[in-house]
């Protein structure tokens, strides 16, 4: 059960920076950012939310259910969101 819910923490965590990472990015915009844009700004902060404590767990730098785990989660996902959005700006 505590892995699942984790998993699922992860999955929010992640989508919730990535989409906002999308929006909240400063520069000249004309318009809001498309569904399709923020799905793939979801996804991507997910995906990176996940590997980075995948890789911070595996490395030995935390272990499960850390702080050191949830906030490289939510800079791992940020820092790809921001990434993502200067790409694609």
Do not use: D
């Not at 990015?25 to 997910?46: D, F, N, T």
């Not at 995948?54 to 940020?78: D, K, N, R, V």
Request: glycine share 14%.
């Amino acid at each position: 059960m505590g892995v699942a819910m984790g998993l699922l923490a992860f999955l929010v965590i992640g989508g919730l920076t990535g989409a906002f990472a999308l929006v909240f990015y400063p520069g000249a915009r004309s318009a809001k950012p498309s569904a399709k844009k923020l799905l793939m700004g979801a996804i991507i902060g997910c995906l990176s939310a996940l590997t980075s404590s995948y890789l911070g767990q595996f490395t030995g730098l935390f272990q499960s259910g850390q702080m050191l785990e949830w906030l490289s989660a939510i800079g791992a996902s940020c820092l790809v969101g921001c990434l993502y959005a200067a790409v694609n700006h």
